[in-house]
């Protein structure tokens, strides 16, 4: 099966820093979604993208599907960005999601 | 408001007891899933349903059991024969596209602890 990869596995950052999380895939994919969880274990979608370029905010994510990798970037970080960070690709024909194992990120005040 | 609800959020059981995690959703999607998560680790995908009266088995499926009798309703029943039945329990739910991509939102999630 699609091999998701993530890194780094942990990150420990000063709050206003800048962030890079990066995400590797073994196979072609249709679907992919960055997440992050929130110390309560919420899932919280922060995007949808399984090609190209998009922001929201402070965060902005690259997929570039022919490379089979994908970019999360988080600027000028605070503290309520802490928790971790999934990625999470579909295939085509197949109705599920295969997770990373994530990128904790912790934000120092 | 709308969106995907999940109960109850912390579960106590003793071994060898069946226990049912309910989730509900309004979101009128066709799909729905169910993923456990141990800690530290990522999600994995136990079941799925793309439609009502239908279900599928994921990568980690033994052990548990589900319904879809409504569009609204995926109960996940863990059943004894569950090995290692504690863990966190996330449902999930997605609209059904005529094309091959979707997007999955997730519910609060269930921490089940069996004793």
């Known amino acids: 099966g699609i091999q998701v990869e993530q890194s780094p596995p942990d990150l420990i950052l000063q709050e206003g820093a800048n962030s890079t999380l990066r995400c590797n895939f073994s196979?072609?994919?249709?679907?992919l979604q960055w997440f992050h969880q929130n110390p309560w274990g919420q899932l919280i979608n922060l995007f949808y993208?399984?090609?190209g370029t998009k922001q929201n905010g402070r965060l902005s994510a690259t997929t570039v599907a022919t490379e089979r990798y994908s970019l999360l970037y988080i600027s000028s970080s605070q503290t309520t960005d802490s928790g971790v960070y999934f990625c999470a690709v579909g295939i085509q024909g197949a109705q599920k999601l295969v997770f990373g194992q994530g990128t904790r990120l912790t934000i120092n005040p | 408001d709308g969106g995907i609800t999940q109960s109850p959020k912390y579960l106590f059981r003793k071994e060898g007891q069946n226990v049912t995690l309910s989730c509900e959703q309004n979101?009128?999607?066709?799909?729905m899933y169910w993923y456990r998560q141990d800690p530290g680790q990522g999600l994995r995908l136990i079941y799925y349903?793309?439609?009502?009266?239908?279900?599928q088995k994921g990568d980690i499926a033994e052990g548990y059991s589900v319904s879809r009798e409504k569009k609204e309703s995926f109960p996940l029943t863990v059943t004894s024969a569950q090995k290692n039945p504690t863990a966190f329990y996330l449902c999930?739910?997605?609209?059904?596209?005529?094309?091959?991509?979707?997007?999955?939102?997730f519910g609060p999630g269930t921490r089940l602890t069996v004793t």
């Open positions: 979101l009128n999607h066709d799909a």
């Open positions: 349903s793309q439609i009502v009266n239908d279900f």
């Open positions: 993208i399984p090609s």
């Open positions: 999930a739910s997605s609209a059904r596209t005529s094309g091959a991509t979707y997007e999955q939102y």
């Open positions: 196979d072609s994919v249709n679907n």
